[in-house]
């Protein structure tokens, strides 16, 4: 289950989980640990996937830490020309009895993708990418999720859609 980091923004247990399908995500030479958490912002209305905004001087690593120095974010950018898929998690639609959020977590396949800033050195800060997969819910618009990016991810296959 997601868990980049170790803040409350990152970290959700299994329990909270409630719109996820149980995926298989196909992996070819994946180094473990090398997950990266960053801030994700739905720039749409996020149907079918929609557009959004990764905002990368935000990133941390697998255990929490800080991951959004010049070379993680040019090693991302590097990743993404072979890793085309991303998690996006953040509050489902609606608010059980207690109060507290639930989770949903879906992947979704990274159709393309530009840099539009970039830091003094040139190296990437923010990134937008067009996304095919599930609608997400409709108080993402606008909002900033949490996006999961696992590096060597070549295929998700769900129930609901293969892409």
């Known amino acids: ?10 970290n959700c247990s299994p329990s909270d989980i409630h719109a996820a399908d149980y995926d298989v995500v196909v ?22 996937g929609g557009t959004v ?15 959004n120095d010049a070379s993680d974010r040019a090693l991302v950018l590097e990743q993404l020309e072979s890793t085309r898929y ?5 509050a489902d639609e609606n608010v059980p009895l207690d ?4 989770v949903f977590a879906r992947w979704f396949k990274i159709a393309n ?5 970039k830091d003094d050195a040139g ?14 819910p409709n108080r993402w618009s606008g909002s900033t999720v949490s996006g999961l990016f696992f590096p060597g ?10 892409f």
């Open 1 to 10: 289950y997601p868990n980049p980091g170790t803040s409350a923004f990152y």
């Open 27 to 48: 992996m070819k030479d994946r180094i473990l640990g090398d997950e990266k958490g960053f801030k994700v912002t739905v720039d749409g209305s996020g149907k079918m």
């Open 53 to 67: 905004t990764f905002d990368l001087s935000s990133m941390v690593n697998n255990g929490g830490g800080s991951a």
């Open 86 to 90: 991303l998690m996006l998690m953040g």
């Open 99 to 102: 109060g507290n959020d639930r």
């Open 113 to 117: 993708y530009s840099v539009v800033a």
């Open 123 to 136: 190296d990437p800060l923010t990134i937008r990418a067009s996304l095919i997969g599930p609608d997400t």
């Open 153 to 162: 991810v070549v295929g998700v296959y769900s129930g609901a859609a293969t």
